[in-house]
């Protein structure tokens, strides 16, 4: 589905509603309907004056058309309001120290506020630390100078492009949705996202893996991430209920960008699936480890690594190169490329169509020249 984002913007000191989107005629074409719209070429923004009549405006201009994103706008909503609740008493109770400066209170009441999930939070917190000490200056007197200056520093010191947006949205998180600032840090240079294609393996590579796996547990598991294409901390928190065998559909809760989403479920892995929950039956989560806890992230990776290679796979098989594969393969079977973005919970067309470039479809009708002779 289409979608905009909106965000609070200052341009020459007027609060305005800043509108950000991927160029598309359609979402073009209703901008260029709004009254008092202007384009920020230094900031590639659209962008009106924050007032009800333009939010008004807005919603009912683009209602039916495409999603509003307003999770950076209206700043106390919740990420998502099936998160657990978030505690964070680890890091308040935490013994304070002359050597290493922590995030304030105030941004652990935030996190917890707006119910983001345990993993984002401890990211963000871990950045915004690292930041804190980099510049070791009260946080009043911190401007885009400094900021800009510790990103040029990751840059410097090779650090990687995730760990560098990772040190920004931690930072912008402290000054627009803690202290309930307006952007200003516009002119943050975040890292050009790199066009590596994804790795993928053969269909014959997959069902090998899924038949050296003896251990039912660990083929349900290697069938569940291939079959779906869920992501590996999407299977962590899958629960029993998750599973739909009415409507072969399994539910993905709080996934990323904290979004709820379906996905489809294989007769197949259906059938697996029932053997293992009567041999081993989880109680909550689908699969769980020692004392009905989650299962951990590095046991997974352990299992699907083993299977790729008892298969004689020609790369290290990962539960995000099952995901990779589960698009090609759709795609190459012919499924339109929007129901496969829906299922892998892609917010742009964009990311998803970067599997036609490793979709073998395409090149088997390409007649090499070579046998042309």
């Known amino acids: 589905m289409k979608h905009i ?15 950000q989107f991927y160029p598309d005629k359609v979402i073009q074409a209703l901008i260029k309907q709004l ?12 962008y009106v004056p924050n007032t009800k009549f ?19 706008f209206f700043k106390h909503q919740l990420i998502n309001d099936e998160n657990p609740f978030l505690n964070l008493d680890a890091y308040r109770i935490r013994p304070k120290t002359n050597q290493w400066k922590q995030v304030p209170n105030s941004y652990l009441d935030k996190l917890t506020l707006k119910r983001y999930s345990k993993n984002t939070a401890k990211s963000y917190i871990n950045a915004f ?7 070791n200056i009260p946080l009043d007197q911190v401007n885009e100078l ?13 650090k990687s492009d995730s760990t560098i947006n990772l040190a920004i949205n931690s930072i912008k998180f402290y000054f627009e949705i803690v202290l309930d600032l307006p952007n200003q840090f516009y002119k943050i240079d975040r890292p050009r996202k790199k066009e ?29 991430l291939y079959s779906s294409g869920i992501r590996r901390i999407e299977l962590i928190n899958l629960l029993v209920k998750d599973i739909d065998s009415d409507r072969m559909l399994i539910r993905i809760v709080n996934a990323k960008g904290g979004k709820t989403r379906y996905t489809i479920l294989s007769e197949k892995a259906l059938t697996v699936l029932r053997a293992y929950y009567k041999e081993y039956k989880p109680q909550k989560y689908l699969f769980e480890g020692q004392k009905n806890n989650q299962y951990s992230a590095e046991s997974i990776l352990k299992i699907v690594k083993k299977a790729g290679k008892l298969s004689k796979a020609n790369i290290t098989v990962t539960p995000h190169i099952l995901r990779h594969s589960f698009a090609t393969h759709l795609l190459e079977n012919g499924t339109d490329l929007r129901y496969i973005q829906q299922l892998l919970g892609h917010n742009s067309s964009k990311t998803t169509e970067i599997y036609t470039h490793v979709a073998n479809h395409y090149f088997k009708k390409i007649k090499n020249p070579l046998d042309t002779f």
């Open 54 to 72: 333009n939010l008004d405006q807005i919603f009912n201009l683009f209602k039916g058309v495409a999603w509003v994103d307003t999770s950076l």
């Open 35 to 46: 009254n008092n719209i202007k384009w920020s070429k230094e900031h590639q923004i659209a």
């Open 129 to 135: 630390e690292l930041f804190l000490n980099f510049i």
């Open 5 to 19: 984002k909106l965000r609070h913007f200052k341009i020459n000191q007027e609060a305005s509603i800043g509108i």
């Open 146 to 158: 400094q900021i800009n200056n510790y990103i040029k520093y990751l840059i410097k010191n090779n």
């Open 196 to 224: 590596n294609l994804p790795k993928v393996v053969s269909k014959e590579i997959v069902v090998n893996m899924i038949s050296v796996t003896d251990n039912l547990k660990h083929k349900a598991l290697i069938m569940l």
